[in-house]
């Protein structure tokens, strides 16, 4: 176990407690002690102190699920924060992947010897094989207290809570996404202070995401007229393909398709959770891909290259700062060869997130 403080100077797990201890009774802050071991060697990281913990958890409903791993150059600074969110259409997936994935280690390794820390993390799932009266917004939720605990324990983590940009894949790009478009959800009143954390993030990547998770909106826009050719991929069509089970699931439970689309809690639901509906022009700069080749919809429903162009149409009506893209099914790259790893630096090193406010304050240096 590695501790130091921000002068690099190294600080025993025991001091460091006794500081903490003497310092809350008297200023009333709440700190943690997390535990940091170095980096195995496996991920071959080229930095002066690589360290890392894992498993540590930002809430206590589920100790299994609600966790994240946390990767640092070493512990001598505040470092900017890139936040992966794990796929597995929010059924499946775990924080893990970065542990075992070559792909991800390989992030991990840039983003360290690049200055910057990372983090993976976990969420609670829907249920697949029974009754869930919750659905997705519980594994939002749990993406939106995951990045306020992070924020708000910043300086034991050693993260710079200002600089923050995340990053996922499938369900994780959707998470990172709604959390991306949502107006700030930090609350002034609540009595548990990482509530009161910022939302906002500086950027993010979205790697296969879905355009939106009111899956009427599937529907009436990602496969409205889907051919070119009037012919449209209905909800009727979708449920024969994922079962109704998992759709209603997904809301929490519901009868049929037409009290998903009538009942007005469901109305409202379908409001919260998609970005597309809260997309505005002061949301973060988007770093788009899309790898799906599919043509019918049933061949690819969640990845399909029409989610990203929603995404973009949604972006430029809204006049986002900057979105790239690369769908090769559209024939559309914007990247101008910048890679979705420089794009989260380049952002992270030129935004800041001024607590309290909505807004991406840019740098002007």
Avoid at 139 to 167: E, M, V, W
């Amino acid at each position: 176990m590695i501790l130091s403080n921000k002068n690099g100077k190294s600080l025993s797990k025991s001091m460091k407690s006794i500081i903490f201890a003497f310092l809350i009774p008297l200023f009333g802050i709440s700190q943690i002690n997390p535990s940091f071991d170095p980096i195995p060697a496996s991920f071959n990281i080229n930095s002066s102190n690589p360290i890392y913990a894992t498993h540590l958890n930002y809430d206590s409903i589920d100790l299994t699920k609600q966790i994240f791993h946390l990767f640092l150059p070493d512990s001598t600074n505040n470092y900017p924060l890139v936040v992966y969110i794990h796929g597995g259409g929010y059924i499946g997936g775990t924080p893990n992947n970065v542990l075992n994935n070559a792909g991800l280690q390989n992030d991990i390794k840039y983003f360290l010897e690049n200055g910057f820390a990372y983090a993976s993390i976990g969420y609670r799932l829907i249920e697949n094989n029974g009754i869930d009266t919750v659905g997705v917004i519980k594994c939002l939720n749990d993406g939106k207290r995951a990045l306020q605990y992070i924020r708000y324990y910043a300086d034991d983590l050693f993260i710079d809570k200002d600089k923050i940009a995340l990053t996922g894949g499938s369900a994780g790009a959707s998470t990172s996404f709604w959390l991306s478009t949502r107006s700030d959800m930090s609350d002034d009143n609540a009595t548990d202070p990482v509530l009161r954390e910022s939302t906002r993030v500086c950027a993010a990547v979205l790697n296969g995401c879905q355009a939106t998770l009111d899956l009427y909106k599937w529907e009436t826009q990602v496969y409205h007229d889907f051919d070119g050719m009037g012919t449209h991929f209905t909800l009727d069509s979708m449920e024969n393909l994922m079962g109704f089970q998992r759709g209603s699931n997904f809301y929490g439970g519901f009868d049929s398709i037409y009290q998903m689309i009538n009942d007005p809690l469901l109305i409202k639901y379908r409001q919260d959770v998609d970005p597309l509906y809260h997309i505005s022009n002061d949301d973060p700069p988007l770093f788009l891909q899309s790898t799906s080749q599919a043509v019918h919809p049933s061949q690819d429903l969640f990845h399909h290259s029409f989610h990203a162009r929603e995404i973009i149409n949604a972006a430029m009506s809204e006049n986002l700062s900057e979105i790239k893209a690369n769908v090769p099914a559209l024939s559309l790259n914007t990247t101008g060869g910048e890679s979705r790893n420089d794009f989260l630096i380049r952002q992270l090193n030129n935004c800041s997130i001024t607590s309290g406010l909505e807004d991406l304050h840019l740098n002007q240096n």
